[in-house]
């Protein structure tokens, strides 16, 4: 099998399909984590390991673990960023575009190119597979405004705290988009090509290397409220 990514016919590492520090808040004591399916028919799991399969040649894993590196100390521990509350949101500066960025398409290239069954939801089509791998191969973060992402911390008391759900597609603003929701986190992916309205480029990274993250409960956004509604439905069915 060759790499997704190069192509090249290099011996293919365990690749995580979504990387492995996202997993750090998940685990519990038994070093495990729970995995929520949309399907009421599919039981909700606890893994032990983060989802992964071989995918990438060692090169091409190395290249995604310098994006994963700098998601993780800039977003996850805050090193080197500025957080200050900015109305309802939260806005970070002094991110580094190009990596944030980078980071963000190869979650969405991974998801959607993934043979696991966890994430076979997403299909985003040849085409957009292929304008990803060619960014992501030629280190192209693309345009602020091109497979957008934008990012929410959720409270729902009736979801479980501590969880990664089962990658959903929706359509939102008449774009399809996908949305995964990490530890209480969700993105929500627009797969587009073309440049979505100028509204939403205060929510995104920007070229100013600063974004805004909604913190707001459910109800008081639609679309979130219609996605962790089928979510939150599946989970109860299965009680």
């Known amino acids: 099998m060759s790499c997704a990514l190069c192509q090249s016919n290099s011996p293919l590492q365990n690749s995580h399909v979504i990387p492995e520090f996202f997993y750090t808040e998940l685990y519990d004591k038994f070093h495990r984590f729970h995995t929520v399916p949309f399907d009421a028919a599919e039981p909700e799991r606890f893994k032990q390991k983060g989802i992964y399969e071989k995918l990438l040649c060692k090169a091409c894993e190395q290249k995604f673990s310098v994006w994963e590196k700098y998601a993780k100390e800039a977003f996850c521990q805050g090193i080197g960023i500025q957080i200050e509350p900015d109305g309802p949101l939260l806005k970070l500066s002094n991110l580094d575009y190009r990596k944030f960025r980078l980071f963000l398409l190869s979650l969405l290239w991974r998801m959607g190119v993934s043979s696991v069954h966890f994430f076979s939801l997403v299909n985003l089509g040849s085409r957009h597979e292929e304008i990803l791998r060619l960014a ?102 299965r009680r």
């Open 136 to 237: 992501l191969l030629n280190e192209d973060p693309l345009e602020p405004l091109q497979y957008p992402c934008l990012m929410a911390v959720v409270h729902d008391n009736k979801l479980p705290p501590d969880w990664i759900s089962q990658p959903m597609h929706m359509k939102s603003d008449g774009k399809h988009c996908y949305c995964v929701v990490i530890n209480g986190m969700l993105f929500q992916f627009y797969v587009t090509s073309h440049s979505l309205p100028a509204i939403f480029a205060d929510a995104c990274i920007s070229k100013k290397n600063e974004m805004r993250i909604v913190i707001s409960e459910i109800q008081e956004i639609p679309f979130l409220a219609k996605y962790l509604a089928e979510l939150g439905n599946g989970i109860l069915s």
